[in-house]
């Protein structure tokens, strides 16, 4: 029928099968319509029935079950979940793109309730392209998207405030005394640790310090790659010039910080302070409980999902996470 109306298969079952996310022009809907009556063309009901039940599932995917942030995301969302009735199918991605994507599509052929993006956004623009356009195709099924963090005006958002807080942390620090900083951030393909240090230039530009490029080092969000960075940082040998404060973007690389420290005998925070970003659970229960800046991973796990199931199909919904900063054992005052 589509062939005899010159259209696509995706534009025929719009129209004779309806969707209330991707509308057709009425002329064209028209006309698919005359192509199908003079065919003789009667959907298949049943078949129509089936194809758009939605299974008592919820999609969540994020980069790395095993990270404690995106355990204690997976955890709220997973309880939300459950409470709704439904189950949630948990999809690693291993913060891989293509993955990610074929995740999406899979949830799809799934018929999952909702989809949570449970993970930083790419900054690749032809990445987020194809995601965006498997998540249109989905929400034209009638599904729906909410993501942590920013992925864009079309999709429900939970947004944690990274940068307000990376600047609050680095004004705390401001204010023990500290002037000497390095910073231990993300890679440049994800979009949260861009959005981090940002607010650390911010308040370091207001207050007039300098941040030198060699003194901001990239790692892997992980506590190897935080440890790696930080013997970088020391020098291989304990040598190394040591700034005052170093803050590691994530907890599970000031985990990593903190191990380097211990290995080449420099003390914490007595030679330099070091402070972290999430508040996972681990970060206070450390031999030297870590500084960090806390934000609601479990309520913002939760909320998503809420958005996804709770909020009008016209309405795009949204939650401003919180964030605190919170200053314990590895930070203090310079001592030169």
């Given at each position: 029928m589509a062939r005899e109306a010159g259209v696509s298969l995706a534009t025929a079952s719009r129209v004779l099968n309806g969707s209330s996310i991707r509308k057709v022009s009425t002329a064209l809907a028209e006309h698919v319509r005359d192509t199908a009556d003079a065919l003789g063309y009667l959907p298949n009901a049943p078949a129509q029935a089936l194809a758009r039940a939605a299974t008592a599932t919820v999609g969540i995917l994020l980069h790395d079950?095993?990270?404690?942030?995106?355990?204690?995301?997976?955890?709220?969302?997973?309880?939300?979940?459950?409470?709704?009735?439904?189950?949630?199918?948990?999809?690693?991605?291993?913060?891989?793109?293509?993955?990610?994507?074929?995740?999406?599509?899979m949830l799809h052929a799934q018929r999952v309730q909702a989809i949570v993006l449970a993970g930083s956004g790419y900054t690749d623009a032809e990445a987020a392209v194809r995601l965006d356009v498997a998540l249109a195709e989905y929400r034209a099924d009638g599904g729906s998207v909410a993501a942590v963090t920013d992925h864009g005006p079309a999709y429900h958002t939970v947004r944690p405030a990274n940068r307000t807080g990376a600047a609050e942390l680095t004004r705390a620090l401001l204010a023990l005394g500290h002037r000497d900083f390095a910073v231990i951030t993300g890679p440049s393909r994800l979009r949260v640790p861009g959005e981090r240090l940002a607010g650390v230039r911010q308040a370091l530009a207001e207050a007039g310090v300098e941040l030198p490029e060699s003194a901001v080092l990239r790692s892997e969000f992980t506590r190897e790659g935080g440890r790696r960075a930080m013997a970088s940082l020391l020098?291989?040998?304990?040598?190394?010039?040591?700034?005052?404060?170093?803050?590691?973007?994530?907890?599970?690389?000031?985990?990593?910080?903190?191990?380097?420290?211990?290995?080449?005998?420099?003390?914490?925070p007595e030679d330099v302070s070091v402070a972290g970003f999430d508040d996972i659970p681990l970060a206070e229960d450390l031999s030297l409980p870590l500084s960090t800046v806390r934000i609601p991973l479990t309520l913002m796990g939760a909320e998503a999902v809420r958005l996804a199931l709770r909020t009008p199909a016209d309405t795009v919904g949204s939650f401003d996470a919180p964030v605190q900063v919170v200053l314990r054992s590895t930070t203090a005052a310079p001592r030169r």
């Open positions: 079950v095993s990270d404690p942030y995106f355990a204690a995301l997976a955890r709220g969302a997973c309880d939300s979940v459950v409470a709704a009735g439904l189950m949630p199918l948990v999809v690693n991605t291993d913060g891989d793109p293509a993955t990610e994507l074929r995740g999406v599509r020098g291989g040998d304990g040598g190394g010039r040591v700034p005052t404060a170093v803050l590691a973007l994530a907890d599970v690389c000031a985990v990593g910080a903190l191990a380097a420290c211990r290995e080449r005998g420099v003390r914490v």
